[in-house]
């Protein structure tokens, strides 16, 4: 198993920009996350998913979209770039949290906006 | 909500000597508190974790402690060894549903040879 994919790696924007963060894992999980990690501070959660077709705002939810069609994919949506948002984004998955399984992370895209 | 404060921020020890990073939250609610680590370019990974109906797990030379009255929990490291050397996060959450971690600031632990 790849575990948990990001694409890219890192990316230079624009202020205004748009683009997509792409998440896959082929670990069959069910629920899936997306963090941001700021220089010297925490994860914070910005977007979750149960399921395929079902998602739900985390703790800074501003400024992203998400969707979840299938069960692989969680994709993360910038619409307009904001230097506020230069970060490191993680997406993770687990397969059920209530059976203490614990999140496993992606290697992380780092975006700049310039 | 939840808010997880960890320290301290940086820690430095000697190699074969024991480290101790602490964190408290604030939502008596959270009963899932995982510790990761995370090296430098890559994700965190999971290395323990713990449940509110546990006072403390071991696994090898890494331990958690758990006292829910005072809200704090603290992971253990024995012998350490250089390749410990990494950045360490604690998290707390609701197991209800998703997991929706909050997360410390991290602690910066270097192993000095």
């Known amino acids: 198993n790849a575990g948990v994919t990001q694409t890219p790696k890192f990316r230079i924007l624009k202020i205004g920009q748009s683009m997509t963060l792409q998440c896959t894992q082929d670990m069959n999980h069910n629920y899936m996350y997306w963090y941001r990690q700021d220089p010297g501070m925490g994860l914070k959660l910005i977007y979750y998913s149960v399921g395929a077709g079902i998602t739900d705002k985390g703790e800074v939810p501003n400024g992203y979209n998400v969707s979840r069609s299938t069960t692989e994919d969680f994709p993360l949506r910038l619409e307009l770039a904001a230097p506020s948002q230069t970060s490191v984004y993680f997406c993770?998955?687990?397969?059920?949290?209530?059976?203490?399984?614990?999140?496993?992370f992606g290697p992380g895209t780092r975006l700049l906006v310039l | 909500g939840e808010n997880v404060e960890q320290h301290p921020s940086t820690l430095s020890v000697q190699e074969g000597d024991s480290a101790v990073i602490k964190c408290t939250y604030s939502d008596s609610a959270s009963n899932y508190f995982p510790w990761y680590k995370q090296e430098l370019g890559k994700g965190p990974q999971l290395i323990i974790d713990?449940?509110?109906?546990?006072g403390e797990k071991k696994d090898q030379r890494i331990a958690v402690t758990l006292n829910k009255t005072a809200k704090h929990f603290s992971l253990h490291i024995t012998e350490t060894q250089p390749e410990d050397s990494a950045v360490y996060f604690c998290?707390?959450?609701?197991?209800?549903?998703?997991?929706?971690?909050?997360f410390g600031q991290g602690t910066r632990l270097t192993i000095n040879p």
């Open positions: 993770a998955s687990s397969y059920d949290p209530g059976s203490q399984e614990t999140q496993y």
């Open positions: 998290a707390a959450s609701k197991v209800q549903g998703a997991q929706k971690l909050v």
């Open positions: 713990i449940r509110s109906n546990v």
